[in-house]
Nanobody, 122 residues
Framework: QVQLVESGGGLVQAGDSLSVACAASGRPVSSFHMGWFRQAPGKERQFVARISWSDSSTDYADSVKGRFTISRDNNKNTVYLQMNSLKPEDTAVYFC???????????????WGQGAQVTVSS
C-alpha cells in the first residue's frame, strides 16, 4: 500500500508556470512507476506523464511534450510535475498515481492521490 497526496496547483494565466507535487507514504516511490493524469469536467481521465522506478525514464503525452517535466526525488519520496507555458486547455484536476506496470492506461494504476486543481485563464 502507498498513500499519495498532491499539493500545489492553483489559478494562473496562460503562459505562466506552475508545479504540482505528489508526496508518498507507506512505501517508497522508487518502488513504483509513477504517473500524472488529468481530468477536465465532463471528460475522461487523461494520461499526462510517467516516470519509471528503475532508470527514471520518462514519457509524455503529445499535448504536453516540451512544456511539462516529470521528476522524482527519492530522498523526499516525492514526484513532481513542472508545467511551463500553460494553456487554458491544461485546466483540469491533476492526479498522481503509482503502478507496478509501465503503462499510460489509468486502469493499470491501483494507487491514486486526491487530485489538485489547476486552472489556466486566458
Amino acid at each position: 500500500q502507498v498513500q499519495l497526496v498532491e499539493s500545489g496547483g492553483g489559478l494562473v494565466q496562460a503562459g505562466d508556470s506552475l508545479s504540482v507535487a505528489c508526496a508518498a507514504s507507506g512505501r517508497p516511490v522508487s518502488s513504483f512507476h509513477m504517473g500524472w493524469f488529468r481530468q477536465a469536467p465532463g471528460k475522461e481521465r487523461q494520461f499526462v506523464a510517467r516516470i519509471s522506478w528503475s532508470d527514471s525514464s520518462t514519457d509524455y503525452a503529445d499535448s504536453v511534450k516540451g512544456r511539462f517535466t516529470i521528476s522524482r526525488d527519492n530522498n523526499k519520496n516525492t514526484v513532481y510535475l513542472q508545467m511551463n507555458s500553460l494553456k487554458p486547455e491544461d485546466t483540469a484536476v491533476y492526479f498522481c498515481a503509482a503502478s507496478g506496470y509501465w503503462s499510460r492506461d489509468p486502469y493499470e494504476y491501483p494507487y491514486w492521490g486526491q487530485g489538485a486543481q489547476v486552472t489556466v485563464s486566458s
